[in-house]
């Protein structure tokens, strides 16, 4: 197990699609021990969520660990450290929830993301069984948010109004 050094934004790896993981490969001892090193880095860098592409892995592999409580978007319920292997997102309500967004490859910044409300994700986990989950409000925002990175995207695209890009400090001095 090791911590790895998450890419940072105009890193090319960051904007390459990942492939599928085979059916194969999961539960492979390399995949395996990307997850084990995910979750490592994960927990040093602090956060709710790392795809495989952020540490220079082009697989379609994320995860996510929510601890829950109180936010300023309301009590946020939590989720267990989980791995999502070629997940598919489905939306199921259009109309977008906007949250300010951070990401561990875009350190020190913040920036007002509005995305679907309502989606659906089908998945494997390690071991790959199927898996399926509906999503609302903040955590449809942090599994799309993790998903997009698979895809090669940061939420820095996916911003309408790029003048609510903010550093951290003038984030939670005018916008909290
Ligand atoms: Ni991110």
């Known amino acids: 197990m090791a911590v790895r050094r998450v890419l940072n934004m105009g890193h090319p790896l960051l904007r390459q699609v990942a492939r599928p993981l085979k059916a194969t490969e999961i539960g492979s001892p ?3 021990r990307l997850i084990d090193d995910m979750v490592d880095t994960l927990h040093d860098y602090g956060g709710i969520g790392l795809a495989a592409p952020q540490v220079g892995a082009g697989v379609r592999l994320a995860i996510i660990e929510i601890a829950g409580g109180p936010t300023r978007y309301g009590e946020l319920e939590p989720m267990p450290l989980t791995v999502f292997v070629n997940p598919q997102i489905e939306v ?6 906007g949250y300010w967004e ?3 490859s875009v350190p020190g910044l913040r920036g007002f993301v509005e995305r679907p409300r309502h989606v659906r994700v089908e998945y494997l986990d390690l071991h790959g069984e199927a898996h399926a989950m509906e999503l609302q409000g903040f955590t449809a925002t942090v599994f799309q948010h993790e998903f ?3 895809d090669g995207k940061l939420f820095v695209d ?3 109004d790029m003048s ?3 550093f951290e400090r003038e984030y939670e001095r005018f916008h909290l």
């Not at 199921?92 to 929830?97: D, V, Y």
């Open 30 to 32: 390399e995949i395996a």
């Open 164 to 166: 609510q890009l903010s």
């Open 158 to 160: 996916r911003m309408n």
């Open 148 to 150: 997009d990175h698979l």
């Open 102 to 104: 951070g990401c561990l």
């Open 92 to 97: 199921l309500n259009a109309q977008t929830a």
